[in-house]
């Protein structure tokens, strides 16, 4: 019989000339071999022979090819998260790298690839489910073929080690490993390959005024255009924006249904409608939202200042890349309600007004509301297609002066953009299906569909957006439990004390999430997430984040951002060549001066310290001292003055922006009136191998 999903239980057995894998459960199935050490893989209905059985693994993450060797990825322990309609959910919690080669090659760039990739799979929250797609929504998943693989169902967007995976795909589909010849497919591979997403997944019992329910909280990032918070922004060619990930609210009604104690609701809703007959079916209500960079192309470099220096191109050269991007949102989602909160005001208002300039260019006969009060003369701006000629008039712009709103921790006031987003919210409506009595396949018989979707933005995508999207999502539960009768007219999900504290801190958590993995540190404004008020506790903890932000983005996004870009890859190491990829090629004079700084530092620390008898002569002292402190202000001031040479910036794929204001830097250094003489122009000076690191690899978008 042809497995569908993959093994539960694989055993790993190894031996000088080849890797096995094969899932005891499943006696009949073949075997997958990976030679060792070419990579090649190939399928086998024989016996092992001589092989010992090496441990016992969760799953196949991948396979990946580094600088000197094949390494196979395996997943040695996962956490179960909870069960989402029946189908257990696991985190990963430890991998291990299996190298093909009996004698492990090293060298500095070797080990800087592994350590890259074994810190990201030890802090990137990443999720798998045997029998269940993690990576699609239950709206999607209704739509999917159940007769196909699970791998083959799974959302390209959220399939994260789909890159890592493409050798066994490759032999699943009928391709030879290292080669481009295509046969027939090999089903046999199948089970081996394991679909994982990247993001925030919660799952809790609960109960709301005594009902009891399964509500799930669903986070999953694209695997494209991934990366850090300052290092990826905007739009690329390809139409895939930075820090884009869909989130999912699932609410399960008589899980297990059958059994005493279910829920039987008032009637069952058909389109907004209700009607009688649902009983004890269990019901499945979910509704999405997403959220992306701003489509046009734009970014923000780093300096060390606290506010990066911000580059917004011609929204013309962007309106391709933004029609590939709406296409597939329109595709997926049906009608898109943008919601902007950036300033309008100060330095984000450029992108502001590309927004809304690259709106105007893809609706038809655009027209325009302003609604202004005491606080602001532009509280909200919509921008929408006067009538519906083409697809893109299916987008709907609506700008919200966050900022000036909410002034002075009024955080209620959000619910004006509530107010304005609701007639699209009603017409939107949200998935809710019911289980098909007697289906083995564990089908959804779809009562109503959800044909739009609330995209918001921020700059980051992160604080602003997390607060929004949760006042959101709550106003959409309370509008599903009624509907299906948990709660009558009038009622709110947040009259049962317990169930409003669970709802907003498993919101805070999904903040907390998101932002890691994009800016580093948790969340701001999570106190009002999770206690609905503004706190001075939860402003010191926003003070605190900012300033690890500060520290993180400036000297510690670049290697987040080149383990993003290796397992993701977007990067592919290259065996040629000797030239180290990670060495600091900087001039020495710049890769001392941050020394020099910390040495007159300590001098002068030593000499305030330092106690003294009244007849010890003390000018030698305090000379060196006086020294000491205007060289430490003249390093300062050039570090400062020269910050891109301290930015620690990726070295695989460095942005183009980044190569081109480094050079700039380095050309001000060499007309430095001090130091300039010291420095000779060659190779490691205004050279481009610094910073060139794309020639050393290829780029590939999977």
């Not at 096995?20 to 022979?49: I, N, Y």
């Not at 209704?142 to 967007?157: F, G, N, T, V």
């Not at 903040?511 to 993995?517: E, G, I, N, P, Y």
Request: charged share 25%; net charge positive; proline share 4%.
């Amino acid at each position: 019989m042809r497995n569908l999903v993959p093994f539960r239980d694989i055993n790993v057995h190894a031996s000088t000339s080849q890797y096995a894998f094969t899932s005891p459960s499943s006696p009949s199935a073949q075997t997958l071999v990976v030679e060792r050490p070419s990579g090649d893989l190939r399928l086998s209905d024989s016996a092992l022979l001589g092989t010992k059985r090496v441990s016992s693994i969760a799953g196949i993450l991948g396979i990946i090819k580094l600088r000197l060797d094949k390494y196979i990825i395996v997943i040695t322990k996962a956490q179960p998260m909870g069960r989402l309609k029946g189908h257990m959910v696991y985190k990963i919690i430890s991998t291990e790298f299996l190298p093909l080669r009996e004698r492990a090659l090293h060298d500095a760039d070797e080990d800087t690839y592994l350590n890259l990739l074994k810190t990201l799979l030890k802090t990137g929250p990443m999720y798998f489910s045997y029998s269940f797609d993690v990576t699609n929504s239950f709206q999607r998943q209704a739509q999917s073929d159940p007769s196909q693989p699970l791998w083959r169902r799974a959302d390209d967007r959220f399939f994260w080690n789909k890159f890592i995976q493409s050798d066994i795909i490759d032999l699943a589909s009928g391709g030879r490993s290292g080669s481009s010849l295509r046969g027939s497919r090999r089903p046999g591979a199948d089970p081996f390959i394991l679909p994982v997403m990247f993001g925030m997944m919660r799952i809790t019992t609960t109960r709301i005024k005594a009902t009891p329910l399964s509500f799930t909280l669903i986070t999953r990032r694209s695997r494209r255009r991934a990366g850090t918070r300052y290092l990826t922004r905007g739009i690329d060619d390809q139409g895939h924006v930075a820090n884009f990930n869909e989130t999912e609210q699932i609410v399960i009604l008589n899980e297990g249904a059958g059994s005493l104690g279910g829920f039987a609701g008032g009637g069952a809703m058909q389109n907004g409608t209700l009607r009688g007959g649902d009983n004890y079916e269990t019901q499945v209500i979910s509704y999405v939202q997403t959220r992306g960079s701003i489509p046009v192309y734009w970014a923000e470099v780093n300096t060390l200042h606290y506010v990066p220096d911000l580059q917004v191109r011609a929204v013309d050269s962007a309106v391709d890349a933004a029609r590939l991007h709406f296409n597939e949102q329109i595709r997926l989602y049906g009608e898109n309600y943008l919601v902007n909160l950036v300033n309008q005001r100060g330095r984000e208002e450029r992108v502001k007004k590309a927004y809304e300039q690259m709106v105007r260019t893809l609706v038809s006969a655009p027209e325009e509301e302003t609604q202004a009060n005491q606080v602001t003369d532009e509280k909200i701006h919509v921008v929408e297609a006067s009538q519906k000629n083409q697809k893109y008039d299916q987008l709907h712009y609506i700008y919200f002066d966050f900022h000036n709103e909410t002034k002075g921790l009024k955080w209620h006031r959000a619910q004006l953009l509530l107010d304005q987003l609701k007639d699209g919210l009603v017409r939107g409506q949200y998935f809710r299906g019911v289980d098909m009595p007697g289906d083995a396949q564990g089908r959804l018989e779809v009562r109503n569909r959800q044909t739009a979707v609330v995209r918001t933005n921020c700059m980051d995508c992160l604080d602003r957006t997390n607060v929004v999207q949760s006042m959101l999502a709550k106003w959409t539960l309370n509008r599903q439990l009624i509907d299906v009768g948990v709660l009558k007219p009038g009622e709110s999900a947040d009259d049962d004390m317990a169930f409003k504290d669970l709802f907003r801190n498993i919101w805070a958590d999904n903040a907390d999430v998101v932002s890691r993995t994009y800016s580093g540190t948790g969340a701001l404004k999570t106190d009002f997430t999770r206690t609905g008020e503004r706190t001075r506790a939860g402003a010191a903890q926003d003070f605190n984040n900012s300033l690890t932000r500060y520290i993180k983005n400036n000297f510690g996004d670049g290697p987040r951002q080149d383990a993003f870009d290796l397992f993701l890859g977007t990067y592919l190491p290259s065996p040629i060549g000797t030239s180290l990829v990670f060495v600091d090629r900087r001039p020495v004079v710049i890769q001392a001066i941050p020394y020099v700084l910390a040495a007159c530092m300590f001098f002068v620390m030593v000499a305030g310290l330092t106690r003294t008898r009244p007849e010890t002569t003390v000018w030698p002292l305090r000379l060196v001292a006086i020294l000491s402190m205007v060289m430490a202000s003249w390093c300062a001031h050039f570090v400062w003055t020269h910050g891109m040479l301290y930015v620690n910036w990726p070295k695989l794929n460095t942005p183009r922006w980044a190569i081109e204001g480094f050079q700039e830097t380095m050309s001000r250094v060499f007309k430095d009136p001090l130091i300039g003489g010291f420095m000779a122009r060659h190779e490691r000076g205004l050279s481009n191998t610094r910073l060139g690191h794309l020639e050393e690899g290829k780029k590939r978008i999977q």
